[in-house]
């Protein structure tokens, strides 16, 4: 059935002020009774504001500005909700009589039926805030008009963000995105934008059903950067499950442990370590809640992330002797000039207790992993690739391939974190052919089994089962393999196939769906990939392009490819990695080179200038084709400089995050005032787009 529930319209917009200083500045905002006139205050802000029977005031700078609507004729009767926690006080001269004791604080007030038909709620959110018309059915948003009495100027600026100029200060109101939920919960994009006439501002709202909400917000929920003075870099990102996210990667700045927590490791131990932190958003803004140094004296870093039970699996490299192990681990001492390693973490526990199991893996030369996977037995899964000859106890007779045969080759093993250690490695084994085989990404089905995917440059990859190719097509193919980990030798390999056209074509990211189909992202030089279904591009776009495949390892020939899309424009356009969105759509997410890329409902302006790569979220929906109807909405966040996304993640409401790395100077950011380090250099950088993307 159709929605129609709750007949109102949500209009929002953002106001940011230019920064402060001072120490309360990582404290939040809130509302509080002003005790002379019946209004209230907002404290803490970035802009102090007063909302009164005559209205809401903004100092900035040297003036006052208020907001009017309409003619005047706006009513303001203003309810506090969003009661608080805290108190203030406040003990001001002799006088006890004057002094205020318990003065309420609020994260939110309401005035309603300001305008016939129309309430209006301000929000404190993080040191920003929000406000939103909350209009009846039938109500024209676009007949709002919005006046900021006693500003010097009020502007639009190329991203049709709304700019209000006072006092020699600004308060900039972010240009709007609009959408509506439908039947079955789906959300359909609506255009909206700011309109300025005159010095009023006012909505401009495209069509939409006015028996339904309405919500208009801005796209960036929050955005910041993660690292220091020097060159830090995020790989990974998993969800929390409250709201936050889990970061992993690699960091050679000094970052202070965050108050109130007992991390394994508070201080940096060599050249580059792992790190392991949680960003929660607070409000407009973002806070970091818990960050961790992992490494011993040499050089390591993070290359994936899974969250389960509270506990944090993580997988990387190292070349220090003295990487900090834990439990019973199966291998003990660095053999080779990079080792891999598996980490199970727990954030909970204090200090050291934080290790819960720590092992390396690896032969004499190189070993890097890729991808971690951990089943419903909390079995763990390690892949990547090695140049090493021989790993540590992948022997012949009992594993797939007990050999390096292509000097670089894929590898993966399978360990339990509660067994002793002669018995905590179950099966390791080398994967590849006479060329270079990469394993880029892991993930285990309900049964146990374990599918690996990534690039190869073998005639001759270890291949069973129907699949697709049984041949290498040209370049480098991706590939996908089936394997149990509990059988031995080559009855292990349950499925392996090449996938792709006559060029490079590299899977960089896998995830397996409810009912085990297997998608499978990344990029390809190849024009002539097996495009299947109801593709939203058919065509390569130019040079390098993202794709996205649906895999049915239950099948084969034409059935084992049930959809391959082409995603991209005229230069390089890669994507990284990819997350399930309800309603069987999927979001992929990376970096692009494209001035011309694909763009839908992205409220940012076109990109402008000298540009290197930025970043993409994008939402595609596999059972409609062309890409008005398959994409649904495709986004772009980035500067003058590199900007990409490695990982992806989903909040609970579906709402997509993003992280990786970033060396473009004044990003939008909330949380973080600036880069933290200089021109060129890459910090880690995350952002998350929502809850108006539909």
């Known amino acids: 059935m159709r929605f129609f529930q709750i007949l109102c319209a949500l209009i929002g917009a953002s106001a940011i002020a230019a920064p402060a200083r001072g120490p309360l500045t990582q404290l939040p905002s809130w509302f509080e009774p002003e005790g002379r006139t019946g209004g209230y205050v907002l404290r803490n802000a970035e802009a102090p504001l007063a909302a009164d029977a005559g209205g809401v005031r903004w100092t900035l700078g040297s003036k006052t500005v208020r907001l009017a609507l309409g003619g005047n004729e706006a009513r303001w009767r203003w309810t506090p909700t969003a009661t608080l926690p805290g108190v203030s006080n406040y003990i001001r001269g002799r006088e006890r009589a004057a002094w205020r004791h318990g003065v309420p604080q609020f994260g939110r007030l309401e005035a309603h039926e300001v305008l016939p038909g129309a309430d209006f709620h301000l929000y404190a959110s993080g040191r920003l805030l929000e406000y939103d018309f909350v209009l009846a059915p039938g109500a024209r948003p676009e007949a709002i008009g919005l006046r900021f009495e006693g500003a010097d100027e009020v502007s639009l600026d190329s991203q049709g963000n709304l700019l209000v100029n006072a006092g020699g200060a600004a308060v900039l109101q972010r240009a709007p995105v609009a959408w509506q939920e439908v039947e079955g919960g789906r959300k359909v994009a609506v255009a909206a934008r700011w309109r300025l006439q005159q010095g009023t501002a006012s909505f401009e709202i495209g069509d939409y059903d006015r028996a339904l909400p309405l919500v208009i917000d801005p796209v960036v929920t929050f955005s910041g950067y993660l690292g220091g003075s020097l060159i830090d870099r995020i790989s990974a990102v998993a969800s929390a499950g409250d709201g936050g996210f ?19 490791q508070a201080e940096k131990q060599g050249e580059s370590d792992v790190f392991v932190a949680k960003v929660m958003p607070d409000g407009g803004a973002w806070k970091l809640t818990y960050f961790s140094y992992i490494g011993g004296t ?8 899974v969250v389960k039970d509270g506990f944090l699996y993580l997988a990387g490299q190292t070349n220090s002797s003295n990487w900090p192990l834990g439990g019973e681990a199966f291998q003990t001492t660095l053999k080779g000039n990079y080792d891999a390693f598996v980490l199970k973490y727990d954030p909970r526990s204090p200090g050291i207790e934080a290790i819960f199991y720590s092992s390396y893996f690896g032969g004499s030369e190189n070993e890097y992993a890729t991808a971690v996977a951990v089943d419903a037995q909390d079995r763990i899964a390690v892949a990547g690739f090695t140049t090493s000859a021989s790993l540590e106890r992948v022997v012949p007779g009992t594993d797939l391939q007990p050999a390096n045969r292509g000097g670089v080759d894929g590898f993966y093993f399978e360990c339990v974190t509660t067994a002793p250690a002669g018995e905590a490695l179950i099966s390791g084994s080398f994967f590849g052919g006479d060329s270079t085989d990469i394993i880029t990404a892991a993930v285990f089905d309900s049964g146990g089994y374990l599918y690996l995917t990534g690039v190869s440059h073998s005639s001759d990859l270890p291949l069973f089962g129907a699949g697709y190719y049984s041949e290498h097509q040209g370049g480098g193919d991706f590939f996908v393999a089936k394997v149990d980990p509990r059988l ?34 990344g990029y390809t030089l190849s024009y002539n990939l097996p495009v299947t279904g109801p593709a939203v591009q058919p065509l390569s776009g130019g040079k390098a392009d993202g794709f996205l495949a649906c895999v049915d390892p239950a099948k084969g020939g034409a059935e084992f490819l049930p959809y391959l899309t082409y995603f991209g424009a005229t230069q390089d356009d890669v994507i990284y990695d990819l997350a399930l969105a309800p309603g069987g759509r999927k979001i992929v997410a990376g970096y692009t080179y494209s001035r011309d890329f694909p763009r839908k409902d992205d409220p940012s302006a076109p990109p402008e200038g000298i540009r290197q790569s930025d970043i993409f979220v994008a939402q595609l929906d596999p059972s409609k084709s062309g890409f008005s109807e398959g994409v649904v909405y495709s986004v772009l966040f980035g500067g003058p400089g590199q900007d990409a996304a490695f990982g992806l993640a989903l909040a609970s409401d579906g709402t997509p995050f993003a992280a990786g790395t970033s060396s473009s100077p004044g990003l939008e950011t909330e949380g973080t005032p600036a880069k933290p380090n200089g021109p060129g250099y890459t910090t880690g950088l995350f952002v998350q787009f929502g809850p108006a993307l539909p």
Do not use: C, H
């Open 488 to 521: 031995r030798g080559f009855d292990a390999l349950l499925l392996g196939t090449y996938v792709g056209g006559s060029n490079l074509d590299v899977a960089t990211t896998m995830k397996i769906d409810e009912q085990g189909l297997l998608w499978i992202a």
């Open 298 to 305: 040499g050089d390591e870093a993070g290359e994936a992330i």
């Open 246 to 264: 889990w970061l992993t990667g690699s960091i050679r700045s000094e970052v202070a442990p965050v108050e109130g927590t007992e991390p394994f």
